[in-house]
């Protein structure tokens, strides 16, 4: 993991340092991977407050940190606001296909349930 010289400063595995097993756990979780695919279908960073997740704060918070310590996205503060961003070129490189198939399925499963979120 990645060491932060600052309080501001936000943690993350360097590339060689994420693992497929905590991928796929942050990927397991229904409120992530609504959080994931919100990042994909945008073209570049978005804040914690952009999410409107059905949970505490706590537990969104809570849902950012997995999502962040398991490679899957980049946070940085930019001024006030937490930013968020999809480490696909890191996970395209590491695992090639597998974010692109996650995000298929996800996507029939959500028309299959008839859920947009």
Same mark, same amino acid.
């Given at each position: 993991?990645?060491?932060?010289? %600052?309080?501001?400063?936000?943690? +993350?595995?360097?590339?060689?340092?994420?693992?497929?097993?905590?991928?796929? +756990?942050?990927?397991? @979780?229904?409120?992530?991977?609504?959080?994931?695919?919100?990042?994909?279908? $945008?073209?570049?960073?978005?804040?914690? *407050?952009?999410?409107?997740?059905?949970?505490?704060?706590?537990?969104?918070? +809570? +849902?950012?940190?997995?999502?962040?310590? *398991?490679?899957?996205?980049?946070?940085?503060?930019? $001024?006030?606001?937490?930013? %968020?961003?999809?480490?696909?070129?890191?996970? @395209?490189?590491?695992?090639?296909?597998?974010? &692109? *198939?996650?995000?298929?399925?996800? @996507?029939?499963?959500?028309?299959?349930?008839? &859920?947009?979120?």
């Amino acid at each position: 993991m990645t060491t932060t010289t %600052n309080a501001r400063e936000l943690a +993350h595995p360097a590339r060689e340092e994420i693992r497929l097993d905590g991928v796929l +756990h942050a990927l397991s @979780d229904p409120m992530r991977m609504r959080v994931v695919r919100a990042l994909a279908a $945008g073209r570049g960073e978005l804040s914690c *407050s952009y999410f409107v997740l059905p949970v505490t704060k706590s537990t969104t918070t +809570h +849902h950012f940190r997995v999502l962040r310590e *398991s490679g899957v996205i980049q946070q940085v503060y930019r $001024g006030t606001a937490k930013m %968020n961003g999809l480490r696909r070129a890191d996970l @395209d490189a590491l695992f090639p296909g597998l974010l &692109d *198939s996650v995000l298929e399925a996800a @996507d029939r499963e959500a028309l299959r349930l008839g &859920d947009d979120s």
